[in-house]
């Protein structure tokens, strides 16, 4: 195991959580949210913030890949798991763990908005800024953090660390 140091706290964490889903209650007074949960990394954050949303929410999830065999995302998102529900009429917000290039998320919100939802918003858990290539309309971010390679909270280094309930650095 390699040693792991500590770049947002648990209780930070938790607190940037509670005012996000604050903000989500004020904004979405009176409807009923729908929250698309991007597999894999976005679960963690997807359970906590839906604890504490006091609208009524429902959850779907999906499981897509901008990837291709390298580092750098590719053009088109894929597929891996669809939704289950569809999201025509419905106020979608996606939930993401972590922004970058931003390929991923910009890609998918164009799938999704062929779908008609009534609304569609972007709640990150994680933004790098500096990494962004394709902007992207991010309507709830956590924490805007350095260019470094985080895991926790759902993020993975090859699939490790996502049950580390901080926000950690891979030390080299
Ligand atoms: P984008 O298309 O470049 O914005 O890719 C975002 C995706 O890359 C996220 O959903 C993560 O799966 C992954 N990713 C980007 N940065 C990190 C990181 O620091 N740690 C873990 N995964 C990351
Ligand atoms: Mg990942």
């Known amino acids: ?11 930070e964490v ?4 509670n005012e996000m ?3 989500i209650n004020e904004d979405y007074a009176g409807k009923e949210v729908h929250l698309i949960c991007i597999l894999k990394g976005s679960i963690f954050f997807t359970c ?20 291709g065999g390298g580092t750098e995302s590719s053009g088109t998102v894929k597929i891996r798991k669809d939704l289950d529900e569809p999201i025509a009429g419905k106020d979608v917000i996606v939930i993401e763990d972590i922004i970058d290039s ?3 998320l910009s890609n998918l919100l164009e799938l999704l908005q062929t779908r008609n939802p009534k609304s569609i918003r972007l709640c990150t858990l994680l933004d790098k800024p500096s990494r962004r290539v394709v902007e992207v309309p991010v309507d709830y971010t956590g924490f805007s953090i350095p260019d470094k390679f985080v895991v926790g909270y ?19």
């Open 102 to 104: 931003g390929r991923t």
């Open 1 to 11: 195991m390699k040693n792991i140091s500590v770049m947002i706290s648990e209780r």
């Open 14 to 17: 938790d607190e940037r959580i």
């Open 21 to 23: 889903a604050m903000q």
């Open 48 to 67: 906590e913030l839906a604890k504490r949303i006091t609208v009524p929410v429902t959850i779907d999830f999906m499981a897509v890949s901008s990837y």
């Open 154 to 172: 759902g993020l993975d280094f090859d699939q490790n660390y996502r049950n580390l309930p901080y926000i950690g650095v891979v030390e080299l």
